[in-house]
C-alpha cells in the first residue's frame, strides 16, 4: 500500500481491531436482550434507536469542532476509548434499560470519533485517490469485523451458547479494544498544523449541495432493515443461534472483497453510478429477507454488505471530493445516519411488535424501493441544475 499515507494505514489497524471487539458482540445482542433479558421486540427497536440517536448531536458538534477550532485527534482518542470501555459492561447488564444505556454509550464514542477521524482521512488522501482511500480504511474496519465474528462462531461452537458464555464474550471485547486505544494514542499522527488555528466559520455552498445529495441516503436507511432486525428474521425462520455470527461473516467477507476495488471505481466512474449500484444492492436485501427461505437469508446478507461498503465508501468519498468545511459535512453525514436510523428502528420494532413480522418487512420493502426510484429520477433532474458535480 505505498500509495496509502501512513497515517491512514494506522487509522485501519485500529478500525480493525475496534470492529473485531463490535462483531464479537453485535451478531449475539439482539438475541441477548430477547432471549436472555426476556424482553420485546419493541424494546429492542428502542434499545437500537437510542444507540444510533444518542451520538446525533456530538457527530455534529464534534464535526464542527474540528473545523472551527483544529481539535482533531483528542476527538478521535476520546471516541475509541468510551467505545473500548462500554462494551465489556454488557456482562454486567440485567435488563433493557441497562443495555440500552451500554449501547448508547459505546455509540456515542463512535458519535465523536467519527467526523474528525474522517476529515483526518481525508487530509491525508491523495488527490484523485479519496476513494481508494476510504476503500482501503473501510477494507481494514471490515476486515476486523470479519475477525471478531469468526472468533464469536468458534466460541459459541466449541462452548455453547450459554448465558454465561455470552456474558464472557462480552468481557473478552476489552481485549481488542485497548489494542485499538494504544494505537490510536501513540501511533496516529494529528491533523496537519495548518488545522489547528481559529478559523472563521461558514457553511458554503459546495457543503449546501453535498449535504442534498445525501438526503436519499438518510431516508433509504429509515426504511432498510438494521442488521439486528436482519438477526431477528434469521433466528425467527430457524436458523440456529451458532450460526448467526455465520451470516454476519457472509456480510463482513463481501464488504473486506470489494471495499478496495469499489473504492477504486468511484475514483473512475463516480458518485451517482456507484450508489445506483449500493441502492439496488438494498432493495435485494429487503426483498430476499422478505422471501424468508433459509438460502435467501444468507443471500440477504450478502447483498446488505454490499450496499453497505457501497454506499459508505461512495458518500464519504464524495464528501471528501466537494466538502470545503470537511469535518461539519461529516458531522451532519453521520448526524443523518444516526437519526434516521434511530427513527427507522422504532417503527419497524412497534410494527414487528404490535402487528407482524410480515407487515414490517412489506413496509421496509415497500420504503426502499420507492426511495431507489426517487433518487434516480431526481438524479436526472440535478443532472440539469447548476449544483450538479
Not at 456480510?251 to 470489494?258: E, K, N
Amino acid at each position: 500500500m505505498k500509495t496509502i499515507n501512513k497515517n491512514v494505514v494506522m487509522l485501519g489497524w485500529v478500525s480493525f481491531f475496534t470492529d473485531m471487539a463490535s462483531a464479537m458482540i453485535n451478531p449475539i445482542l439482539p438475541i441477548f436482550i430477547v432471549t436472555v433479558l426476556h424482553e420485546g421486540y419493541d424494546k429492542l427497536g428502542f434499545i437500537m434507536a437510542i444507540a444510533t440517536f444518542v451520538s446525533y448531536a456530538l457527530r455534529l458538534l464534534s464535526g464542527y469542532i474540528s473545523d472551527r477550532y483544529g481539535i482533531v485527534k483528542p476527538l478521535v482518542v476520546s471516541g475509541y476509548a468510551l467505545s473500548a470501555i462500554s462494551k465489556p459492561l454488557f456482562a454486567l447488564s440485567q435488563g433493557w434499560k441497562s443495555a440500552a444505556a451500554l449501547k448508547g454509550v459505546e455509540r456515542l464514542g463512535k458519535g465523536i470519533r467519527s467526523a474528525p477521524k474522517d476529515l483526518l482521512i481525508a487530509k491525508y488522501a491523495k488527490s484523485k485517490q479519496e476513494g481508494m482511500t476510504f476503500g482501503f480504511h473501510k477494507m481494514m474496519d471490515i476486515a476486523g469485523e470479519l475477525s471478531g465474528t469468526l472468533l464469536l462462531f468458534a466460541v459459541l461452537v466449541f462452548w455453547g451458547e450459554s448465558e454465561e458464555v455470552i456474558r464472557t464474550i462480552f468481557i473478552a471485547t476489552i481485549i481488542p479494544g485497548l489494542i485499538a486505544l494504544v494505537l490510536v494514542i501513540f501511533f496516529v499522527k494529528d491533523a496537519p498544523k495548518k488545522l489547528h488555528k481559529q478559523q472563521k466559520f461558514s457553511i458554503t455552498k459546495e457543503d449546501v449541495n453535498v449535504v442534498k445529495k445525501l438526503l436519499f441516503y438518510f431516508l433509504f436507511l429509515f426504511f432498510i432493515f438494521s442488521d439486528a432486525f436482519f438477526t431477528i428474521r434469521a433466528s425467527g425462520i430457524g436458523i440456529e443461534i451458532f450460526w448467526i455470527p455465520l451470516l454476519f461473516v457472509v456480510s463482513t467477507a463481501v464488504q473486506t472483497l470489494i471495499s478496495l476495488p469499489i473504492g477504486n471505481l468511484i475514483d473512475k466512474i463516480g458518485h451517482f453510478k456507484v450508489m445506483s449500484v449500493a441502492y439496488l444492492s438494498g432493495v435485494i436485501a429487503q426483498l430476499l429477507l422478505l422471501e424468508g427461505s433459509q438460502l435467501s437469508i444468507w443471500l440477504s446478507y450478502a447483498f446488505l454488505g454490499v450496499f453497505t461498503v457501497t454506499s459508505l465508501n461512495a458518500n464519504r468519498a464524495y464528501i471528501a471530493k466537494f466538502a470545503y468545511n470537511k469535518g461539519s459535512v461529516y458531522g451532519l453525514f453521520y448526524a443523518g445516519i444516526a437519526l434516521f436510523a434511530a427513527l427507522g428502528a422504532i417503527v419497524c420494532g412497534m410494527i414487528w411488535e404490535y402487528l407482524s413480522a410480515q407487515s414490517a418487512l412489506l413496509f421496509s420493502m415497500t420504503g426502499v424501493s420507492f426511495t431507489f426510484l426517487g433518487y434516480l429520477w431526481m438524479e436526472d433532474v440535478y443532472k440539469q441544475s447548476s449544483w450538479h458535480v
